[in-house]
C-alpha cells in the first residue's frame, strides 16, 4: 500500500556572536561573522555585541534631566479641566505637581512636592478636576518610556547656555566635582562655572608684582598701601625665599580699594610692589587644553592647568586665575602636562617644564628645563613607560617621542618612537596603559613593550580606513566608565573604540558638531560632558534622546553563507538575543546574496541608501522589515520573518526611538534549508 505524503524539509540554525565591530575592506562573504558591513549610532561593547549609543542632554549645572521623576494619578470618574502645564494640588496631602500628561481618566505630574499624592479630590486653580481613584495604577514599559521622557523635557527646558556666548564652548573641564566651560564674549575669553541656579561667570582679578619679599602673605590676608588695599587672593611665589627676604613675584588682589604703587607694602605680610596692580585679561580665539593635577599631594589643591594658544599659561582653583610667567614672552603653550610633580607646556616644537613640585617657577638654575623635537607638537598625555619609569608621550604632526623619567638621580631619557606616525591635535588617550591618535591615515596605539625603547606602535582601524581617512579631529575622550575612546571629527561624524582581542571600531553621529569633550569622576559617579559647535554643554551616555531628538540607530551585519556560498539557500526566521534598559522596538530585515539582484529573491526589490554614507551602504527592502516589541527590562529573544532566498543573507537592524533607553544586541540566529548548486 503507498502513502503519499510531503518529504521532510530540514531547517538548520545558524547562531552568531555579534562583535568586532565595521569591517569596510573584507570581500564580502569573507569578513568575520558578527562583524558590520555598514553601522550609525551602535558601539561595540566590552566583552561582546553592539549597543545602540546613549542618549545626552544639555546641561548647566541644574537638575539633570534624565533624573527627572513622574507620578501617574488615576481618577475612574474621569478627569475634567486640566491642561499640560497646569499646577495641581491634592485636597487632602497638599502635595503639588506639574501635569505633563492628561488622558480622559489619568494624570501624569513630574516636579512633585516632598510629601505623595493619595486618593484624593485634585484641584487646579482651587477648583476639583477629579478624584483619585488610584495613585500608582499598572501601566506598560512603553508608557513608562513617554511618561519618563515628558518629564525630562519638562527639566530640560530650564538649561541654558551660558550668557553672553558667541559661537562654540571653547573648553570644557571637571575640578573636585564641578564642571567649567570656556567660551568667547565680545572677543574675551570667558570662564563659566556650573552651579544649582545655571552657568555662573567667574570673574577675574588683578594682579601685583613685588620682590623683597619677607613676611609671607596668606591668601585671604590684606595686602596695604598708604590709603589702599586688597584682598590676597593668591601668592605667586616665582623666585627666591619669604626666609631670606628675597621673595619675588605677583600677588592675585581683589577687590581693590585705592591705588597701589611702587614702594613697600605691609598688612598681611611684607614686600615691596613694583608698581599698579594690573587686570588680568583673557582674549578668545584659541580651544582651551587643560589637565588637572595636585603638586602638594592634597585634594584640597587640585587645581586646573591650562593653555589655548593665544593666552598666558594659567592655573585655575575654581575661583583665581593665575597667569604663569613660563620665559616664553609671545609664543603660548597648544598641550599641557602634569606629570611626577613637574608641569610642561608645549610651545611650538619644544617642551618646557617647571621646576619639580613648583608650578609657578620657570627658571633653569633651580631645575626647569627645554627640550626641542623638531616638529609641531600636538599632544602630550602621561602613560605607563617602562617597569621603573613613568613617561611623557609626546605626539607631533609627523613623529612621535617618549620622555622618560624622572628615575630616582632625577634623570630623564627621551627618546623617539617613530619618524613617521603622529597625531592631529586634541586626539590622543589613555587607554588600557597605551596611547591611542588619529594621524591622516588611521587611528594609532603606542604600547609599552619589553623591547629597547619601551613603546611599538602599530594601526589599530584598518578595517575602517575608508571612512576615516583624511578626518579632521575636533576632540577625543574616554566614555562608558573608560572602556571606550571616541574620537570626534569636524563633520559631526565621531568613531567608538573598544577594546577586545582588537580594537572594534563603530561610527556614531550626534547631528552637532563635538568641539571639545571630558570624562571625569564626579562623586563617584565617571561622567562625560562636551561642548558642541552651537555653545551647548552636553552631558553624554544619559537619557533617552539626543537632548530630546529621536535617536536614529541601524546596523548591516556582514553575510553569512553557511560555509557554502556556491549553494542558494531558503531563509525563514531570525531570532536576536538583546538586553534592554526600557522597554523598546527594534526593526530587522534581510538582505540576500549580498544585493546581487539574480541571486536573490526578496519579493518587490526596493533599495535605497541610508541619509549618511558611513560604509559600503544599507539596503533597504521596505517591503520586508519586520518589527518586535519587548515590554520588560531584561533579557529577551525576539524573532523576525525574513523569508528569501540567496546565496548568503545579511541581516538588517533598525531602531529610532526619542523615549528609550538604550539596548545591547548580544547574538543572532538563521534559520535556513540547503536547496540548490547556484548557477
Known sequence: MRTDRMPTVPVTPESVVLGGGLDLISPPGYAKLGTARFASNYEAVFGGGYRRIGGFERFDGRFRPHLAEYVLLEASGG??????????????????????????????????????????????????????????????????????????????????????????ILGVAVLNDVVYCWIANAGNLETYKSASGGWTLVPLFSQISFNGGSAEYAEASTLTQGGASATVKRVVLESGTWAAGTAAGRLIIAPIAGTFAAGAAAGGGVCNLLGAASAITQFAGGKVASVVYSFTASLSTRRLYCCDGINTEWEFDGTVVVPLSTGMGAIRATCVVAHQSYLGYAFRTSIQYSVPGQPYQWSAVLGAGELGVGDTITNMISVPGSESNGAIMILCQDSAWVLYGPNAAGEWRFVQTSAVAGAQPFSAAEVEAAAITFDREGFMRFSPTD???????????????????????????????????????NDGLFVCGTPGKQMQWMPCDYGRVIECAVGAEISGEYRVFMGDSTGWVLEADVGRSFDGDVVTANMRMSSQNQRSPQYIKQYRLAEADVLAESAFEISMAAEFSDAEADLANTGVPSTQDSERQYGVGLFWDFASWDRAYWDVTTSSRLRFDIHGQGRSVSLLVFSESATELPHTLKNTTVTYTPRRLAR
Open 79 to 168: 478627569f475634567t479641566g486640566v491642561s499640560l502645564g497646569d499646577t495641581v494640588t491634592g485636597v487632602t496631602s497638599g502635595a503639588t505637581g506639574k501635569v505633563i500628561y492628561v488622558t480622559a481618566t489619568q494624570v501624569g505630574v513630574t516636579r512633585v512636592s516632598a510629601t505623595p499624592f493619595t486618593t484624593e479630590v485634585l484641584n487646579v486653580g482651587g477648583s476639583p478636576v477629579g478624584t483619585v481613584t488610584e495613585d500608582q495604577p499598572t501601566i506598560d514599559g512603553f508608557t513608562d518610556n513617554e511618561l519618563a521622557s515628558l518629564a525630562a523635557d519638562d527639566y530640560r527646558a530650564d538649561i541654558l547656555k551660558p550668557a553672553g556666548l558667541s559661537g562654540p
Open 451 to 489: 623591547v629597547f625603547g619601551n613603546f611599538s606602535n602599530n594601526s589599530l582601524s584598518r578595517p575602517i580606513d575608508p571612512l576615516v581617512r583624511g578626518a579632521i579631529v575636533k576632540c577625543s575622550v574616554l566614555a562608558n566608565n573608560k572602556t571606550t575612546y571616541r574620537c570626534f571629527f
